[in-house]
């Protein structure tokens, strides 16, 4: 994985998450998550990846440094992913 680049929303999302962050949440024009008193606007969905001057420009105003948000990133890729089933 390149340590930092262009990253999907759902990942974008999940990354904050893991750091502790709570949402998102609806908020007018676009969606926020949350941590503490901190409300940190995300993108809508759109078709396409965010650009890396956008993701750095989240990263400055959530106060995540670029080592913490790769470390997030390596962390997630070696989880094992499990798949929830609904039974009927």
């Known amino acids: 994985m390149p340590p930092l680049g262009p ?3 759902r990942d974008l999302i999940s990354g904050l998450r893991t750091l502790g962050f709570d ?3 609806s908020g007018g024009k676009h969606q926020y998550m949350s941590y503490g008193t901190l409300k940190l606007r995300i993108p809508n ?3 396409g990846d965010i650009s890396l001057p956008l ?3 989240i990263l400055v105003q959530a106060g995540i440094t ?3 948000w790769e470390s997030i990133r390596r962390d997630c ?3 094992p992913i499990l ?3 609904s039974l009927p």
Do not use: S, T
């Open 66 to 68: 670029v080592e913490e």
């Open 83 to 85: 798949v929830a089933l």
């Open 77 to 79: 890729a070696k989880a």
């Open 7 to 9: 990253i999907k929303r």
């Open 23 to 25: 949402g998102p949440y």
């Open 55 to 57: 993701l750095r420009r």
């Open 45 to 47: 969905p759109h078709q």
